[in-house]
């Protein structure tokens, strides 16, 4: 009887971990192509989103590091965290980054 | 009857049932698409005032497309989550632990009704002055609404118990535990259930007025937020996503486990046989 629960339990792991794998596979792609390359300590980017962002977006920028200005797509942020770049760079909805010398 | 229909086992039967009742729902779905979509051209208003199915369609694929709702709705889960099974543990504890003195059932049954009236978007505003916003003042609002219909319905099935087999039990000479666990948790098992699924469909409310006043994602918050800046559709994605998200839980949850608990001590009938 408590089989469907079960299983549902299990196909909706699977999706969230497939979900994971993905996000995790095409952060470090977008953070490969980093010239230069991802540094140890903070550091200034330009974010570039698939489209112009909304406050969602930019809640989620300001949660990782001061964000500088927003040019159409483009997100310019200063004093990011490597582990803070990472987890944009896994949002699908991130174009690509670059490395930003800052102001 | 024909002769085919005579021969089909009464598994193939109960098949059949559920595939035409599924059919018909999924008929009265797109009927009401249709005269939603229909209607469009004859109302003339804007679509932020009156957005079509297919606005909202398109709302929905946008909001995926910038990430939104994945993160809305896993932050939505992951509070109704922690919420729910809260508030049923506790309800189930508080409901046991007084039904099985009169004495404070007694006393405790004026409060507990008074606290049962009094809706939880009265507290939510309480809470914030007294949590802030955010994931604490969610939880207790979630908490709150399931508390109150497991904890009394719980009391009710702990109350109406049938006596003579406590006594009976008592008799041959069982302990106090053993007198729960197989005459009065047994008993109390369709009053519990029934007071978790009017528990966790009530959840979904205090989830929506919680994320509305004290979150900045979620279903809840998308709801509002699409209201706030005149995207209609958005708020009707919103809309739509409770009641799936509803009925999922219910399908995939709630009734595997009625019918693995409830049913299986027979002391009520499968809701479809009704």
């Known amino acids: 009887m408590l089989r469907v629960p079960l299983y549902f339990s299990l196909v909706l792991l699977v999706v969230v971990g497939v979900y994971a794998g993905a996000r995790e596979l095409d ?6 192509v980093l010239d230069p390359p991802l540094a140890q300590a903070s550091a200034h980017y330009v974010v570039h989103l698939k489209f112009p962002p909304e406050r969602f977006h930019l809640t989620r920028m300001q949660d990782s590091g001061r964000l500088i200005e927003v040019r159409n797509t483009a997100v ?3 004093d990011v965290s490597p582990a803070a770049i990472s987890g944009i760079a896994r949002e699908y909805w991130v174009q690509s980054i670059e490395r930003w010398p800052g102001r | 009857m ?3 229909a005579v021969l089909r086992s009464p598994h193939a039967w109960a098949l059949s049932r559920k595939r035409a009742r599924a059919l018909k729902g999924a008929l009265g779905v797109l009927l009401l698409l249709f005269l939603w979509q229909a209607s469009v ?10 957005p079509a199915p297919v606005d909202v369609a398109r709302a929905f694929v946008d909001l995926c497309a910038k990430g939104i709702l994945p993160v809305y709705i896993a932050d939505s889960i992951g509070r109704y989550a922690v919420g729910v099974p809260l508030g049923a543990v506790l309800g189930i504890v508080a409901g046991v632990l007084i039904g099985l003195n009169r004495t404070i059932a007694e006393a405790l049954s004026p409060l507990l009704r008074f606290l049962f009236a009094i809706v939880e978007v009265a507290w ?3 809470f914030v002055i007294w949590f802030g916003y955010g994931f604490t003042t969610i939880l207790l609002a979630l908490v709150y609404v399931v508390f109150f219909p497991v904890l009394y319905n719980t009391l009710l099935g702990v109350r109406t118990a049938p006596q003579i087999l406590v006594n009976a039990l008592r008799s041959l000479g069982a302990s106090r535990w053993q007198v729960l666990t197989l ?3 047994p008993a109390s098992l369709p009053g519990i259930i029934t007071g978790l699924r009017v528990g966790a469909g009530f959840a979904f409310r205090g989830l929506v007025f919680a994320e509305i006043i004290a979150a ?3 279903i809840g918050y998308l709801i509002f937020e699409g209201a ?3 995207q209609t559709a958005r708020t009707i994605v919103g809309m739509i996503l409770m009641g799936l998200m509803w009925l999922t839980i219910d399908q995939f949850y709630l009734r595997p486990i009625e019918r693995a608990t409830v049913q299986r001590w027979g002391l009520t009938v499968e809701a479809e046989q009704r």
Request: no cysteine; proline share 9%; hydrophobic share 40%.
């Open chain 2, 2 to 4: 024909n002769e085919s």
């Open chain 2, 183 to 185: 005459v009065i948790l």
């Open chain 2, 216 to 218: 900045k994602t979620g």
């Open chain 2, 228 to 230: 706030q800046t005149q």
């Open chain 2, 41 to 50: 051209p004859m109302v003339g208003l804007e679509p932020y005032f009156y």
């Open chain 2, 124 to 126: 939510i505003p309480i």
């Open chain 1, 76 to 78: 310019y942020m200063m």
């Open chain 1, 27 to 32: 952060g470090r792609a977008k953070l490969r």
